[in-house]
Each structure stands twice: as structure tokens, then as C-alpha cells.
């Protein structure tokens, strides 16, 4: 066997995957389970994912037929007709050389040779086609029917059906085989296949067990019991994977089928890996499978409880067993955990042959105990671990031998984690004053600097004493001067750090801001002082004084500022630092023998820190009472003030440049950093943006230059600080240098899950400057990401579990379920491919620009992408499955997660950018692609009228059943756009043009009544005619408002046309051109717009869609007009001579050669609109 396998293995190994293929089909072992598993990874490394699937289906058919996600994979590839017919004839052009081939060697290898490659290809095909043939779905179900019922479909099929098709050729037993499940696995995860992998390993780990219990004086047990033991180990991680891989939130609330099914999925997969899991510990006995099982027992619980409250919502009579079934379970499983949970409690001792518990094994039966309220045991549980650990017979790690010889982890409870624990333990309990004497007397004295304990411990304190404020502050008071004595006493003594810690003096702070924020507003000079005790202290040391006071200056201001008045308490703060910048001027050197000393040098930088501090707080005191303002003049006069109270841009300017020494050189060595000046940059280009912010726009513009010049500058100097960066990016797409900015973007180097957090302040800029291609590529990147992102923890995740860290494993599973699948920025960048598809060319030249590599644009390419696109909306990590949102109501968005970083932005202080982001756009964009894929679908199965009369459209036909689905994604539309959304009136007005054209295609194809759904009594070519113009009439009204509404609208012209083109125009126009071209089978084309009241309708229609693109083509044309007035007026900010002239030539060169190129790429594309709604003019 060996000498057969060994030649495959060779041409896998080697990366000959078609050699391989072949090799795979020689007799004998052609009919070996593990050369047809080896086929199957050879075909799906070919790329023949179908074909795979299928050896796959046949190969698991001796499991019995109950593989659903299988068949119904293989049916989703089915639909490719091209891929169907072609790779069938691709085999059997393969059989026929091969045959050929083999009668050039002899006529016995030459017909063994042929015979053994042709059989199975035609058994393939015919399998496959005859499983096509009486399956009752087409390509329109993958958009009608969610996953859960494609499943389900095929889940009764199956049982109907299916057992006649795969007859299985080999007994169960022959596929347990280590090796050979091993190989089925690797070809069902890279087919992105989780429940068929769960079930394979299922079916597996039965059949072995019945054959091991069947045999029990086998000489071969030990074997057995290996293979046993490997199936359960990846049957246990198999569910794991496939509850993380799941997609469980659906925006769709009002229909709980997609929600009780994962439910149920996940209770399954829970309970099935508690059944491997007590199989492992009854095989093994390690304390690692242990808490597998006790976790699973956990998790099922939870999941059992879960799909209850779901099934008692929906309130359905024939789940009423399931119901009592679940309940059962309720009662049953935390007793179980528990009883597991302390049997495992009751073998630790501080015997040194044993290591005790580790910090997981600890963590699951503590939460265990939670569970079920044991809340004293688990606190007793804790106080016997941290016994154990501080006692000296435990068990030590010696050695690398200690840690690879022990299954699971040895890494044991810190005791800064067991206080923690116990801390979190006696508040569920409401035992504060216990908790309150842990933080004091314990954890504070192991870390005196944690924050987040500082915070438990007034936390605790607020409990104790809930009615008495006072004595709360004072408890909290009392363990704060005692920690600041023990640290002056270590300060003092030469071995405390050189900084003094930051929080117990922020605590101070937050103590004095609590009263405060209780309406305390005698003790906003309280908190004054403490800030300004803080400031003083740390604005020398550290740059990150300011962020630390910042939302307490902001309670202030809020507390003490009435309609943008300077309260007292403000006046002393800016007093303050009006003072603290005169005193620590950093461009003062203290130079002896020509040279600065390094003391020196750490002087001004501690000047220049206090400087820089000094601006942030005047510059967030201006900010905060400026938003309090209630009037223009009120405004101005605050601006006034302020002016007087901060330098100016060019002192500003002037100071980052002569501290630039004090930053390391990486030319000579030194680190990738930061200037430590650059902060004067960026609140200098602040600004001048806020003083010029009720400017016109082109005083408004000229500023921002300077600012972009100072930012470009910036950037050569400091070419690693990431928020000249982000600035300089910013005010880039303010003056028109969109290219220019997604340069900047670019340099950056965003990678991994900052594409998801840190892209949101450039899509839409993006989109807004017309730069579909630039877009394209950073939503893809950030589609990729997530795709990576599941591989990565199919990988990683079971790693962490084998090792004992199932914390780390768990982390995974909830980032994976509630941050990486529901994510908003996902959604957003899968919704704005599918929008910028058809706009995404490398080569405008010609007649046509639109769609030339995607997207749908009503031309015949349409059909072919059309069925591509919808089959790819079935795979969750490409950008159609957007379109399964419009499924339904989308009335649940709070499902969604929001990933953005906006901490990347917290240098804005004066000038704060807004980042609104509205769901309901990316929804209202997946409703519109919805309702174009359906459009074509239903266009390709037209019945034009025969001599002049109407071909009656029957409920069995394709045709009924794609323009019912495209109703009733219309009425979905409709409902969407009733609800309140972010979108212009424009783009509203010009969405109901398009849903009105769609309900004239519909009349046109079916007769359909929108109003009623069904086709009229008297359907004839006049009465659709009749209903078909008053639809178009309105479209026509619709355009005709949008024009209107275009010319009246103000704002950044560029912008609206650009979002108006790929968010409206190009789906308009595909929609429309679709239309048109149903109406040419019904003798209504353009040239009869005279005779042919659809026509007409239909001509006019066009006209007025002419007009408003006109409009765009206006605002385009008037761009390139624009770039020989650009200038630059004055000089950039703080740089004069060569060097201003340089960075200002630079950004008028920037802006001028986007207006060029974005000119050269959308012209085209307008033009082709243009260019077609003028060919509807034609004389009849």
C-alpha cells in the first residue's frame, strides 16, 4: 500500500497537483478511502472546488446522508453552468488523451490507464447533474431563502432523495482511519466547510467507539485507543471552530427562524463537544479534559438557556416538547457542573508531586461556582489556592521537560489575579467593605500605580456608605495619604521610580471631580486646585499630562460656565498656564563651549513639555466654552480673549523647529519616533482653522493650504509621527489633494485590525473626492482582513485550548462572534464595492468606461456577473453577501459593532472632526443592489408578446416567481426609506425614481399589480402599457425634482456628484437600460417613442436623467477650470525663504493634479450615460 501511496504523496509534496489527480485514479487504490480523500485535496487545489465537494459527498456517504452544508455547497456551485460544463468536458478531454497516451505503451497499461480516468468523471457528472435535475431550487433561492432554510431544505431532501444517489462502496470503519480523516479534514477546511467537519468527526468518533466496545480484547487496542483519543481531541476543537465561525447576528429582528436555528446549532455543538470531552476524560483522566468537559457543561447550560428564551418568544405550539426538554436540561446541567467542578477542587493539595491548579483550571471553576451562586465556596475555593501558592511544598517548574511532559497549562494564579477575582466575587455579593480593604491593604500595595484599582476602591467605597458622600471621599483619602507617604518614603530612600506615580495623585483629582459632578458646586475651586496641583507636578515630565486632567476640565466648564462666560475657576487655570508657558521658554539653550549638555537638553525638553501643556489646556478651556456659546458675537468675543491668552501660529511654528534638536536622529542610529515638539504643529494648524472657521470658504481654503503646508513639512521632519499623519491626510481631502491624502493614508501603514478601526477617516473622503478605485482597494483590504481573521483563529484558537489556555481560546471565539462578524465597518466596505464596482477601470479610453471589469451596468455582460455575484452572496467574506441584509426588516442594527478608534484622534482639541456614521446608508445601498440583481434575474426569462397579444405568465414559470421576489424586495425598499436615514434629499428623491422604473419593468414582464401582487384579470399588452407610463411618469417628476434640488442644493459640488454618481446614477442607469431593453421585446423601443406611449415615457425619462447628470458634468467641467486659479496667498505658517516656497509649490501642484485626474476619470463615465440617454432622442 505504501509503494502505491508513495508516488501521490511525492507529487503533493512537490506541489503537482494534476500529476497527483492522475495518479489518484489508478487501480487499485483508486478505491482506497484514503486515495479518494487525497483526490479530493488534489481537486481543490486545482481549483475544482465542485468536484471536490462531490468526492467528499461520496466518500462521507458511508456515514449515512445527512450532510446538508455539503450538498447544498454542491448545488451553490452548480449554478455556475460555465464551470458545470466545462470541467466536465475537461475530464473527459483529459480520458481521451489519456487513452491515447496509453496505447503508445501497450495496449494492457493503455486500456487500464484509460478505464481507470474516465469512469469516475462520468460517474461525477452524472451524479451531480442528476441531483440538479430534481432538486426544486434555481439561483434566485440564494437570495430568497437565508442559509438557514437552504440548510434545512436540504436537510429534508436528503432523507427523501439523496440515499438513492450516493450509495456507499465501503464500510465506516475503513474512513475512521487516522491519516484518512486527517486528509478529508484538511480539503473540508480549506472548502470553508465547519458543520460537515463537526459531523465528519462525529460520525467517526461513533463508529470507532462501536468497534473498540465491540472488540475490547483486540490486540490492537492501544492503537485504537490512540485513534480514539486523536478523534476526540479534534472533534472537541471542531465544534469550537464552528461556533466561532458561526454568524449569529442578523439585523432582521422581526424573524426569530435565523436566530432559534443558530441557537440550536450552537446548543448542539456545545453538547456534543461535553459527549468528547467526557469520552476524553474516561479514556485519559488528564485535569486538562476535565475542564474541557466542565466548560461544555457550562456553555451548554448557557446555550440551553439561550434557545429557551427565544423559543418562548416566538410562542409556537409544536416547540412546547422542546420546550420541556430545555427546561430539564436547565435543571440539570449547573448541578453537574458543579458536581464536576468540585470533585476537581477536592484533588488539590500543596503535594510537591503535582502542580497545583492553573490559572485557566482556576478561572473555569470559579466562574463554574458563579454559576450556580456558590459564591462563598468559590471565595473559600480561591483563599485554599492562594494557601497553596504561598506555602512551599507545591510543586515547582524545574525544567523545558516540566512544561512539555504536562497536558495543559502550568502557569498557576498570580496573586495580583486571585485578589482580582476575589474582589469581583465579594461585590456580587454586595460585601463592598471586605472588598474596599482588599484594594486598600493588598492590591494597592502591590501595584499603588493601576488605575482601574484606584477606581474599584472608590467604587467600594460609594457602596459602603451610599448616603454619605463625605465619609467615602475620606476612606478613599485615608488609604490615599497613606500610599503617597509609603512612596515619598521610597522616593526618599532612592528606590522608587524617578516619576512619581501617576495615580495616586489623579485619584486626588477624580476625589475632588466626584463632588462636583454630585452638584457640589462649592467644590469646583476644589477641583481647580487639583488640577492645577497635578499639572504643575507632571506637565514637565510626561506629555500625557494633559489627557489625564482632560475630561475634568471638561466637568468644570461644563459645571461652572454659564453661556460661554469664564467662570473664576477657569480664569485661575488660564492664569495659571499663561504663567507655566512664559517661565519654560524651549528655545532658550543653555550653550557652554559651543556645545548643549545633555542635562541641558533634558531641561528644555521638560520646558517644552510644560509649553506644549500649557496650549492644550487654554486651547480645551476655548474649545469647551465655545460650544456653550449662544451667539456669533458672544463667539467672537471669547476668540478675542483667547488670542490674547495662547502664541500664535508662527510662535508656534518657530518653537517645533528650534527644539527639533531634542528628538533622536534614526539617520544616525537614533529610534522611529516622534519629534518631541510635534504637538506645536498640530495645534498650531488648530488654529488657524478655528479662528478662520466663520470665514468664507475661500478664506476658509487658503488657511487650510497653509496648514497642509506646514503639515508637508512636518511630515519630512517627523516622518514617523502618526498624527501629522492623520492631520495631514485630513486637511489634504479639506483643499481638494485627495490623491495626495490617500498618499499619506498609505504611509501610514495600516495593517491587520487597525484596517477595520482606522479606516473610517478616509472611505468616505474617499467616496466624497470621486476616487472609486482607492476606495475599492481599502474596502477590499478590509474585507480581507476578516476572512484572514477567521483562518487565523480556526488556527490558533484550538492551540490555545490543547495548551491549557483556554481564557486566550475563549477571547478568540467572543472577538471573533460579537466584534469581527457584526462589524459596522465590514458592512460599510462590502456595501461600497458593490456600489464603486461598476467605476473601478484601469483605461477610460473608448466609448464605454462603465463596467468594463464589474459590476452591473444593463448591458449584455450583465446576465454572466449577475449569477456570479448572486452566488457569491452566499460566502459571508465577500461583498455581495451584503446583499443578504435586505432579506428582510432591518429594524435590529444595534446587533452591529462599531470598531472604529477614535483615540487616534484625541490630538483635536480646538478643532474636533465629526465621524457620524449611519448604518442604515450601508443597508439602503444592499436593498438597492438587491432589487438590480433581481431585476436582470427576472430579465433573462422574459416572454415577449407573440403575434401582437401577451404570453401569460403561469405560477410555475421562472418568471412569476423572479418578479414576485422583486416585489417584495421593492416593498422592503419602500419600508427602509420610510424610516429616518442619513441620506441628502437628492439621493432619497433619486432612489424612488429608480423603484419606479423597477415597478414599470415589473408591469412590462409579469402584469403584476404592485398594489395587489397579483397579475390583473384583464392583462393585456394596453393595460400593462396603462400602468407601465403612469410609473414612468412619476420616475420623470422624480428626475425632474432631483435636477431642481441639485441646483438649489449648497455644498461642495464635487462631492454631491461624486456620491451621486456611485451611490444613485450607475444603478439608476443599469436599471433603466435593463428596462429599456424589456421594452424593445415588446415593440416599444426607443424609435417608436412618437407611437408607443411606453416609449415616449420612456424618452422623456431619459431626458430628464440627462439633465441631472449634466449637472455632475457641470461640476466636473467647472474643476478643470478651476486649476489655473489656484494659488497660494501668503507664505506657509513659520517657513519662509526657500523652503515655504517649496511646500507651497508642492501643494498647489497637489491640487492641481487631482482636478486632473479625477477630471480624466469620471468624464468618461458620464459621458457614456450621456451619451446613451441622447440615443433615445432618435427621430421615429
Request: net charge negative.
Amino acid at each position: 500500500m505504501e509503494n502505491k501511496l508513495r508516488p501521490i504523496y511525492s507529487a503533493i509534496d512537490s506541489c503537482q497537483y494534476s500529476k497527483a489527480l492522475k495518479l489518484t485514479l489508478s487501480e487499485p487504490q483508486c478505491h482506497w478511502p484514503i486515495t479518494i480523500a487525497l483526490r479530493c485535496h488534489c481537486l481543490d487545489r486545482c481549483g475544482k472546488a465542485r468536484e471536490a465537494c462531490i468526492e467528499i459527498r461520496k466518500l462521507l456517504s458511508v456515514f449515512g446522508n445527512e450532510w446538508e452544508e455539503l450538498d447544498e455547497r454542491i448545488w451553490l456551485l452548480s449554478l455556475d453552468s460555465s464551470l458545470t460544463t466545462e470541467d466536465d468536458t475537461n475530464k473527459q478531454a483529459k480520458s481521451n488523451t489519456s487513452n491515447a497516451g496509453g496505447k503508445k505503451k501497450g495496449k494492457g497499461k493503455g486500456k487500464k490507464s484509460g478505464g481507470s480516468q474516465a469512469a469516475p468523471a462520468k460517474s461525477s457528472s452524472d451524479k451531480s447533474s442528476s441531483a440538479k435535475m430534481e432538486i426544486d431550487l434555481d439561483i434566485l433561492s440564494v437570495l430568497d431563502m437565508p442559509y438557514h432554510e437552504r440548510l434545512e431544505y436540504f436537510s429534508t431532501f436528503n432523507e427523501k432523495n439523496i440515499s438513492s444517489q450516493f450509495k456507499p462502496s465501503m464500510q465506516p470503519l475503513e474512513v475512521t482511519e487516522e491519516t484518512t480523516v486527517a486528509t478529508i479534514a484538511i480539503s473540508i477546511k480549506s472548502l470553508r466547510l465547519p458543520r460537515t467537519l463537526v459531523k465528519l468527526y462525529s460520525y467517526a468518533i461513533k463508529t470507532l467507539q462501536a468497534f473498540i466496545a465491540a472488540n475490547k480484547s483486540s490486540p490492537n487496542m492501544d492503537n485504537l485507543n490512540d485513534q480514539l483519543y486523536a478523534l476526540l481531541t479534534e472533534g472537541y476543537l471542531s465544534n469550537l471552530k464552528l461556533i466561532a465561525s458561526s454568524v449569529e447576528f442578523t439585523p432582521n429582528s422581526s424573524k426569530l427562524d435565523e436566530k432559534i436555528f443558530n441557537a440550536r446549532e450552537k446548543l448542539k455543538c456545545w453538547e456534543d463537544a461535553q459527549f468528547h470531552a467526557m469520552s476524553l476524560v474516561k479514556l485519559t483522566s488528564e485535569g486538562l479534559y476535565q475542564s474541557w468537559m466542565i466548560l461544555a457543561i457550562m456553555e451548554h447550560y448557557k446555550s440551553a438557556k439561550a434557545l429557551l428564551e427565544l423559543l418562548e418568544k416566538d410562542g409556537r405550539d409544536e416547540t412546547k416538547d422542546e420546550q420541556e426538554k430545555l427546561s430539564k436540561k436547565l435543571s440539570m446541567l449547573p448541578r453537574l457542573s458543579e458536581m464536576m467542578t468540585m470533585k476537581q477542587i477536592s484533588q488539590f493539595s500543596g503535594d510537591g508531586n503535582v502542580f497545583p491548579p492553573s490559572a485557566d483550571d482556576v478561572r473555569l471553576y470559579v466562574e463554574c461556582l458563579e454559576m450556580q451562586s456558590k459564591f462563598q465556596e468559590a471565595i473559600d475555593f480561591l483563599d485554599r489556592v492562594g494557601d497553596i501558592e504561598k506555602g512551599d511544598t507545591k510543586k515547582q517548574i524545574n525544567d523545558e521537560e516540566d512544561v512539555k511532559n504536562h497536558v495543559g497549562s502550568v502557569i498557576q494564579l498570580t496573586q495580583k489575579e486571585l485578589l482580582e477575582m476575589k474582589v469581583s466575587l465579594l461585590q456580587q455579593v454586595d460585601r463592598y467593605q471586605e472588598a474596599f480593604e482588599i484594594y486598600s491593604n493588598e492590591l494597592l500595595v502591590l501595584l499603588p500605580d493601576q488605575w482601574t484599582y484606584w477606581e474599584g476602591l472608590l467604587h467600594c467605597a460609594r457602596l459602603v456608605d451610599k448616603d454619605n458622600l463625605d465619609a467615602s471621599i475620606a476612606n478613599c483619602q485615608q488609604v490615599l495619604d497613606r500610599v503617597l507617604n509609603e512612596q515619598n518614603e521610597i522616593r526618599a530612600a532612592g528606590k522608587g521610580p524617578k516619576v512619581p506615580l501617576r495615580g495616586p495623585n489623579l485619584i486626588s483629582v477624580e476625589l475632588a471631580a466626584l463632588r462636583l459632578s454630585n452638584d457640589d458646586t462649592g467644590s469646583a475651586k476644589v477641583l481647580t486646585n487639583a488640577i492645577i496641583e497635578y499639572a504643575s507636578l507632571y506637565s514637565p515630565l510626561v506629555f500625557c499630562c494633559f489627557q489625564d486632567l482632560r475630561k475634568y476640565i471638561g466637568l468644570l466648564v461644563e459645571k461652572t460656565s454659564v453661556e460661554g462666560k469664564i467662570s473664576d475657576e477657569l480664569n485661575d487655570i488660564l492664569k495659571w498656564a499663561v504663567a507655566l508657558r512664559e517661565k519654560n521658554d524651549p528655545t532658550v539653550k543653555e550653550v557652554k563651549d559651543g556645545t548643549e549638555s545633555l542635562k541641558a537638553k533634558q531641561e528644555r525638553k521638560s520646558r517644552l513639555r510644560s509649553y506644549i501643556c500649557s496650549v492644550k489646556f487654554c486651547f480645551a478651556i476655548w474649545a469647551a466654552v465655545s460650544d456653550k456659546c449662544t451667539d456669533k458675537s458672544s463667539t467672537k468675543a471669547l476668540d478675542e480673549i483667547f488670542i490674547s491668552l495662547v502664541p500664535n501660529s508662527k510662535d508656534m511654528i518657530n518653537c517645533w523647529k528650534a527644539t527639533m534638536d531634542l528628538g533622536s536622529n534614526p539617520k544616525d542610529g537614533g529610534q522611529k519616533e516622534s519629534l518631541p515638539g510635534d504637538d506645536l504643529v498640530l495645534l498650531a494648524i488648530q488654529l488657524e482653522s478655528h479662528l478662520n472657521r466663520h470665514e468664507d470658504s475661500k478664506t476658509q481654503t487658503v488657511a487650510n493650504m497653509k496648514s497642509v503646508a506646514l503639515l508637508e513639512y512636518a511630515l519630512v521632519h517627523s516622518p514617523y509621527n502618526a498624527y501629522i499623519k492623520i492631520a495631514a491626510s485630513k486637511y489634504l481631502f479639506m483643499t481638494g489633494s485627495a490623491i495626495r491624502a490617500y498618499e499619506v493614508f498609505k504611509d501610514m501603514d495600516v495593517k491587520q485590525i487597525q484596517l477595520d478601526s482606522c479606516s473610517y477617516f478616509v472611505m468616505n473622503n474617499l467616496m466624497n473626492a470621486g476616487l472609486y478605485n482607492e476606495v475599492a482597494d481599502q474596502a477590499g483590504k478590509i474585507v480581507k482582513i476578516h476572512s484572514t481573521s477567521s483562518k487565523d483563529l480556526a488556527t490558533y484558537m484550538p492551540k490555545a485550548f490543547e495548551n491549557g489556555n483556554m481564557r486566550r481560546g475563549r477571547e478568540m471565539i467572543s472577538w471573533q462572534q460579537t466584534r469581527m462578524s457584526p462589524s459596522m465597518q465590514l458592512l460599510e466596505a462590502k456595501s461600497i464595492i458593490m456600489d464603486v464596482a461598476p467605476l473601478v477601470n484601469d483605461n477610460c479610453t473608448g466609448n464605454e468606461s462603465l463596467g468594463l471589469l464589474f459590476g452591473l451596468v444593463g448591458n449584455e455582460r450583465d446576465a454572466e456577473r449577475n449569477e456570479k455575484i448572486i452566488r457569491d452572496s452566499a460566502s459571508f467574506f465577500t461583498a455581495p453577501s451584503v446583499l443578504s441584509i435586505a432579506k428582510g426588516d432591518t429594524d435590529d442594527l444595534d446587533v452591529l459593532s462599531d470598531n472604529r478608534d477614535f483615540t487616534v484622534n484625541e490630538f483635536e482639541i480646538l478643532q474636533r472632526s465629526d465621524f457620524d456614521f449611519q448604518s442604515t446608508q450601508s443597508i439602503i445601498r444592499s436593498h438597492l443592489h438587491s432589487m438590480l440583481c433581481r431585476l436582470v434575474l427576472a430579465a433573462q426569462v422574459i416572454k415577449p408578446p407573440k403575434k401582437g397579444k401577451i404570453v401569460k405568465v403561469e405560477k410555475s414559470d421562472s418568471l412569476y416567481t423572479r418578479s414576485e421576489s422583486l416585489c417584495e424586495s421593492i416593498r422592503l425598499t419602500e419600508k427602509c426609506l420610510e424610516k429616518e436615514c442619513d441620506i441628502n434629499k437628492a439621493q432619497k428623491v433619486l432612489i424612488e425614481a429608480t423603484i419606479n422604473i423597477i415597478k414599470a419593468f415589473v408591469v412590462i414582464v409579469s402584469g403584476s399589480c404592485l398594489s395587489t401582487d397579483t397579475v390583473q384579470s384583464d392583462d393585456s399588452l394596453a393595460t400593462r402599457e396603462r400602468y407601465c407610463v403612469e410609473y414612468l411618469e412619476n420616475a420623470k417628476l422624480l428626475l425632474v425634482e432631483t435636477t431642481k434640488i441639485l441646483k438649489d442644493e449648497q455644498g461642495d459640488d464635487i462631492q454631491i456628484a461624486s456620491r451621486l454618481l456611485s451611490d444613485n446614477l450607475v444603478t439608476l442607469f443599469a436599471i433603466f437600460q435593463t428596462t429599456a431593453s424589456a421594452c424593445d421585446q415588446f415593440s416599444w423601443g426607443k424609435r417608436k417613442r412618437d407611437t408607443k406611449p411606453v416609449a415616449g415615457a420612456m424618452a422623456n425619462i431619459a431626458l430628464e436623467f440627462k439633465n441631472v447628470v449634466a449637472h455632475a458634468k457641470k461640476s466636473f467641467d467647472a474643476l478643470i477650470e478651476s486649476i489655473a486659479a489656484i494659488e497660494f496667498v501668503g507664505e506657509p505658517l513659520g517657513l519662509l525663504g526657500d523652503e515655504g516656497n517649496d511646500v507651497a509649490e508642492k501643494v498647489m501642484n497637489d491640487m492641481k493634479s487631482y482636478r486632473s485626474e479625477i477630471h480624466k476619470r469620471i468624464m468618461p463615465h458620464l459621458d457614456q450615460i450621456t451619451s446613451d440617454m441622447e440615443s433615445f432622442e432618435v427621430e421615429s
